[in-house]
């Protein structure tokens, strides 16, 4: 076992007597005591996004007493939230998430200062909203924003704690650029990009949006996050840094992985368009869709001319039980990519592939395209966007 890192943050000056009662339970814990609560009480933490991470991570954290919390969160509370968000409640819908969690995290402890950053992470002022805070928590959910915090926290100095899941998946590590060395002397540092050097290809990794997480998930992940915010803050235990957490919530097993500062990883120097750098589409697929994209009341006016049309529905048979446009045929964007599904395309009308939101359904229109069906489109925003202007009473997932 490495030594432990040195503790993040110096210690308040003191704790109050309305302080001293609230933390009583932390206080008689001889490895944290008054000491750790001193340096809880005088940190700083930014965490980035209110969502299925960020919501269990803020409560605790709050609850923890940690001095001030600064939020990252420009969305707003959607009714899909609550079966994860658990920051969020049945009257906070439509409401914007930062000020729902600054709401929810006063009525847990009113004593914990909130910062709201009511905007999209960008580049330009990334590294500036972390040299203010002493660790950044990231619970974001797509590849460009992980990235974005890596670079953004290894120019600014400055240690994360990172989360993922998905379905019944998780994964969680500490990334420390500048991390002091061990006692033996040997260095500690190293960043997101030395687990991943590149992001995956465009439309690999579905979003939870996409696939699916099992809500409470988000608690078992989050937990991880809080205590390894909490250990870094008060320099208890043996942190992730060096390690991933790769947690399986169906067969209930916790691994971890040795990660390794990786020699190839390039030094981060600046931030750069990190939508590029990831990708929502491959060139591939995003040549395909050219030309061959149709809104929804276009499809809508082309189902109506009389002309023959197949609408191919490209989502998992879960979803197609969910919803589906009325006259659609399912068949799944796997089969399509594994071949089979190519058999039962239609021959005699062009297809019009749709999915949720128009990722999958490009995707597909560049596999059905190779495989001689030139004609064929796909409907821009999928059935989301299908639904919001043409069947706003459809139920929507």
């Known amino acids: 076992?490495?030594?432990?890192?040195?503790?993040?943050?110096?210690?308040?000056?003191?704790?109050?007597?309305?302080?001293?009662?609230?933390?009583?339970?932390?206080?008689?814990?001889?490895?944290?005591?008054?000491?750790g609560q001193k340096r809880l009480k005088?940190?700083?933490?930014?965490?980035?996004?209110?969502?299925?991470?960020?919501?269990?991570?803020?409560?605790?954290?709050?609850?923890?007493?940690?001095?001030?919390i600064g939020i990252v969160e420009f969305d707003v509370v959607d009714e899909s939230n609550l079966q994860r968000q658990i920051i969020h409640g049945q009257s906070d819908i439509g409401r914007p998430k930062a000020q729902s969690a600054r709401d929810s995290i006063r009525e847990?402890?009113?004593?914990?200062?909130?910062?709201?950053?009511?905007?999209?992470?960008?580049?330009?002022r990334a590294v500036i909203l972390f040299k203010q805070y002493d660790l950044i928590i990231d619970g974001t959910d797509n590849f460009a924003t992980r990235y974005?915090?890596?670079?953004?926290?290894?120019?600014?100095?400055?240690p994360y704690v990172w989360g993922s899941i998905y379905r019944f998946e998780g994964q969680v590590s500490?990334?420390?650029?500048?991390?002091?060395?061990?006692e033996?002397?040997?260095?500690?540092?190293?960043?997101?990009?030395?687990?991943?050097p590149e992001p995956p290809p465009p439309g690999m990794v579905p979003s939870c949006a996409e696939g699916g997480v099992l809500g409470i998930l988000c608690a078992s992940i989050a937990s991880v996050m809080g205590t390894e915010a909490i250990k870094l803050i008060t320099g208890i235990g043996e942190s992730l840094l060096g390690r991933l957490m790769v947690y399986d919530a169906l067969d209930m097993t916790y691994r971890t992985i040795k990660i390794r500062k990786d020699p190839d990883t390039p030094k981060i120097t600046e931030l750069i368009d990190y939508d590029e750098f990831c990708g929502v589409v491959s060139d591939e697929v995003a040549e395909a869709a050219v030309d061959s994209t149709v809104t929804p009341r276009e499809l809508r006016e082309m189902l109506d001319s009389g002309k023959k049309y197949a609408l191919i529905d490209v989502r998992e048979p879960v979803e197609w039980d969910i919803n589906h446009i009325d006259g659609a045929e399912l068949i799944p964007k796997s089969a399509i990519e594994a071949g089979d599904g190519l058999s039962k395309f239609p021959q005699d009308r062009v297809p019009v592939l749709y999915c949720k939101t128009g990722v999958r359904s490009a995707e597909?229109?560049?596999?059905?395209?190779?495989?001689?069906?030139?004609?064929?489109?796909?409907?821009q925003g999928g059935i989301v966007a299908w639904a919001k202007q043409l069947e706003p009473d459809m139920v929507m997932y």
């Open 184 to 196: 033996a002397g040997n260095e500690r540092g190293l960043n997101y990009r030395d687990l991943y």
């Open 108 to 124: 847990v402890n009113p004593l914990v200062e909130v910062r709201l950053h009511e905007f999209r992470l960008e580049p330009d």
């Open 1 to 35: 076992m490495s030594s432990p890192l040195p503790p993040l943050v110096e210690p308040a000056a003191e704790l109050t007597r309305e302080e001293v009662a609230r933390y009583s339970r932390h206080l008689i814990i001889p490895d944290l005591g008054v000491e």
């Open 364 to 379: 597909a229109l560049a596999v059905i395209k190779k495989a001689g069906f030139a004609d064929a489109l796909h409907l």
């Open 42 to 68: 005088n940190a700083r933490v930014l965490v980035i996004g209110a969502g299925g991470l960020g919501s269990p991570t803020l409560l605790y954290l709050a609850a923890a007493g940690v001095g001030t």
């Open 148 to 158: 974005l915090v890596n670079d953004a926290a290894v120019l600014a100095g400055k």
């Open 174 to 182: 500490v990334f420390w650029e500048d991390a002091p060395a061990d």
